[in-house]
């Protein structure tokens, strides 16, 4: 409908948990590369920017021939939110009518994903999307626990006796893709806006979100599993 669609990969050098991660080899090419080949394979997707304070993520994204964007210092802090990033991007490049971000740690979401969450976006007329998965257990199984480890109030009462597959499903963010008009974007400062998001399915499989080493593992041997590598 006349739209255009530039996708944001953000993509720092330094992580805590799992140091130097968008830069691990995961079955045959560099976390990183998994987005920005899901970008580039997209039938939607006008432009591709991958933002970093690395150069060797920098270089990774010139490599795939899409553009690159050096972030300062000051937006690749612990406490610099993914908003500031996006924010410094759509800054510096030319105006597109919607924003894709694709955090680099969803390996396993495909252009077929993102391809069918803006067709989604488009069929509900909306300002923005998100992709959700279903939880692997209900929250309601769930509690705080203080020094006593007392479970004498975990569960309420409407829980106790229910098995767990007569509990309503709950879902989570997975990371995995967010759409949003880049005014409105810009706007309310994030991809939560008010009015007109929307929430878009994927299966447990490819919500993996890498945060963790085992996680970056589990991600490993299912693209294994699948044949899939460069």
């Given at each position: 409908?006349g739209?255009?669609?530039?996708?944001?990969?953000?993509s720092?050098g330094?992580?805590?948990?799992l140091?130097r991660k968008?830069l691990?080899?995961?079955?045959g090419?560099?976390?990183?590369?998994?987005?920005?080949e899901?970008?580039?394979?997209s039938?939607?997707i006008?432009?591709?920017?991958?933002t970093?304070?690395?150069?060797?993520?920098?270089?990774?994204?010139?490599?795939?021939?899409?553009?690159?964007?050096n972030?300062?210092?000051?937006?690749?802090?612990?406490?610099?939110?993914?908003?500031?990033?996006?924010?410094?991007?759509?800054?510096?490049?030319?105006?597109?009518?919607?924003?894709?971000?694709?955090?680099?740690?969803?390996p396993?979401?495909?252009?077929?994903?993102?391809d069918?969450?803006?067709?989604?976006?488009?069929?509900k007329e909306?300002?923005?999307?998100?992709s959700?998965?279903?939880?692997?257990h209900?929250?309601?199984?769930?509690?705080?626990?203080?020094?006593?480890?007392?479970m004498?109030?975990?569960?309420?009462?409407?829980v106790?006796?229910?098995?767990?597959q007569?509990?309503d499903?709950?879902?989570?963010?997975?990371?995995?893709?967010?759409?949003?008009?880049t005014?409105?974007?810009?706007?309310?400062?994030?991809?939560?806006i008010?009015?007109?998001?929307?929430?878009?399915?994927?299966?447990?499989?490819?919500s993996i979100?890498?945060?963790?080493e085992?996680?970056?593992?589990?991600?490993?041997?299912?693209l294994?599993?699948k044949?899939?590598?460069?």
């Amino acid at each position: 409908k006349g739209k255009t669609y530039l996708a944001i990969i953000p993509s720092r050098g330094g992580s805590k948990r799992l140091p130097r991660k968008n830069l691990l080899d995961l079955n045959g090419k560099p976390l990183v590369a998994w987005s920005i080949e899901a970008g580039l394979n997209s039938k939607y997707i006008d432009n591709i920017v991958v933002t970093s304070d690395d150069a060797d993520i920098l270089n990774i994204a010139e490599d795939y021939g899409v553009l690159s964007i050096n972030r300062p210092i000051e937006l690749s802090s612990d406490t610099a939110t993914t908003f500031d990033a996006v924010e410094h991007a759509i800054k510096n490049i030319k105006y597109y009518d919607y924003i894709v971000l694709l955090q680099p740690t969803s390996p396993l979401r495909t252009e077929w994903h993102i391809d069918k969450a803006i067709e989604f976006l488009i069929h509900k007329e909306a300002d923005a999307v998100v992709s959700v998965c279903e939880m692997d257990h209900s929250p309601l199984w769930s509690s705080t626990l203080d020094d006593t480890l007392s479970m004498t109030e975990f569960l309420s009462k409407s829980v106790k006796n229910k098995r767990s597959q007569d509990l309503d499903s709950y879902y989570r963010i997975n990371g995995a893709i967010y759409i949003c008009d880049t005014k409105k974007l810009l706007k309310e400062k994030g991809f939560f806006i008010e009015t007109g998001i929307y929430a878009f399915k994927m299966d447990r499989e490819t919500s993996i979100d890498i945060d963790h080493e085992i996680d970056f593992q589990l991600a490993d041997l299912i693209l294994k599993s699948k044949g899939v590598s460069l």
